[in-house]
Structures are given as C-alpha cells and as structure tokens.
C-alpha cells in the first residue's frame, strides 16, 4: 500500500478563496482524521471519522471548515473563505480499530494563505 | 487540547549520547504511543505500551510508563544524526481508544 496519500502537497492562496484538501486513507481502515499543525498551537485534531460517519468535529475551528468522506478511499476538508490565519500543515491520518489505535499520516499539505 | 506534555521541548546532544524525553498526561489511558516527525514529514509512529505495562523495548527505543504518576519517557540509545526530528507522545483514553491526543513534542538535534 502506498500510505495515506494528500493532496495538494503545497497550497498558497488568497483571502477569501475556497481551499479544498483532498486524502486518500489505508485501504481497509476505518478511522480518518483530519489535524492542523502550526508553531503556536501545535498537533490538533479538527475532525475524525469512522467508517466514513463524522465521529467528532468539537475541533473544527469554525464553520468556514467543513469535511466530508463520501466513501470509504477518500475525504475532503474545505475552508471557505480562507483567511490568513488558516495557514498551517494540514495533516490527514488512518487507522485501523484492531491495532490499538495506531495512526498512518500522510505527508501534510501546507496552506499559505495571503 | 494538548493532554500530553513534553519535556524538554528541545535536546541537543552529540552521537552515541543517549537521548531523555518525557511525557505527562492527564486522564485515565488505554495506550500511549510516541511518534516521530522529521522536518517537514508527517509523523511516524515509533512505539506503543498499554496501560497494563511498565516498559517496552523496540532497537534503541525504551520506553516506561508509570501509570500513577501519568507520565512516560522515552529513551533512544547510542543516537545518531539520523534521529534528529521531533517527538511526540499520544495518549488514546480510556472509552475513545481510537482517538489520539498528542502532546507538544520535543525536538532532538543530534549532532556529529
């Protein structure tokens, strides 16, 4: 398997633009999130899922982020309209519920946004 | 909300030292695991101990936890430049075993 694949692996836009970022898990997990990382407030989750449900969205920072998973091999996170504030790493990760919660990340994207 | 805290937040040794990381935390845990994340990199998970277990080894990987203390310190032997990158813990809690909160990290910089 190839990992967990994210694209676009760099993303710079302007204010008020729409971001879409795109992830495609470990096939046959069944656990996605969904994480920014920045300098001052480090790893956070926004949102996970499990068998393509939302489970947990209490870290999406507000409703300019929306995620959704539409099948099993593949989810998006989308900020409109971005700010510059949203500039970050963005991380997807999957897991599989049978191994303790391990998590496969992919590489990030990261968003500037101008 | 960051649940673990790490210590140092950053570690700067020669190779063939051996490098300290610790890792508090809050709640009552399933597991707790420690990641890697060289620069620009996703993160990369190293090891996992489960509540019910004191200490594991993994190559030059040790790793302890005391579960009354709410606390964990990882331990790389005999480093090398290869090592340098960031560390993270990661508790899965109790009832949400799937679910990581990971701590702020410590960065290790080996160097020759």
């Known amino acids: 398997d190839a990992g967990v694949i994210q694209s676009p692996r760099h993303e710079v836009t302007e204010m008020g633009q729409e971001v879409t970022l795109r992830c495609k898990p470990i096939?046959?997990?069944?656990?996605l999130f969904w994480y920014r990382q920045t300098m001052m407030r480090g790893l956070e989750l926004l949102i996970y899922?499990?068998?393509?449900?939302?489970?947990?969205d209490s870290g999406m920072p507000e409703d300019r982020f929306s995620a959704k998973m539409p099948n099993a091999s593949f989810s998006t996170l989308k900020i409109q309209p971005s700010e510059p504030r949203d500039s970050a790493v963005y991380f997807c990760?999957?897991?599989?519920?049978?191994?303790?919660?391990?998590?496969?990340f992919g590489a990030g994207t990261r968003l500037s946004v101008l | 909300s960051q649940q673990g805290e790490e210590d140092p937040q950053a570690l700067s040794i020669q190779e063939g030292e051996n490098a300290t990381m610790n890792c508090s935390y809050k709640?009552?845990?399933?597991?707790l695991q420690w990641y890697r994340q060289n620069s620009g990199r996703g993160l990369v998970h190293l090891i996992l101990?489960?509540?019910?277990?004191r200490e594991k080894h993994s190559g030059r990987l040790r790793v302890t936890l005391d579960t009354s203390k709410k606390s964990s310190s990882l331990l790389i032997t005999a480093s090398r430049a290869a090592d340098t990158a960031s560390y993270f813990c990661?508790?899965?809690?109790?009832?949400?075993?799937?679910?990581?909160?990971f701590g702020t990290g410590t960065r290790l910089q080996v160097t020759l």
């Open positions: 990760a999957s897991s599989f519920a049978w191994t303790s919660g391990i998590q496969y």
């Open positions: 096939s046959g997990h069944d656990y």
């Open positions: 899922f499990n068998n393509n449900v939302p489970i947990d």
């Open positions: 709640t009552s845990i399933n597991n």
């Open positions: 101990i489960r509540s019910n277990e």
């Open positions: 990661a508790t899965a809690n109790t009832g949400t075993a799937s679910k990581l909160t």
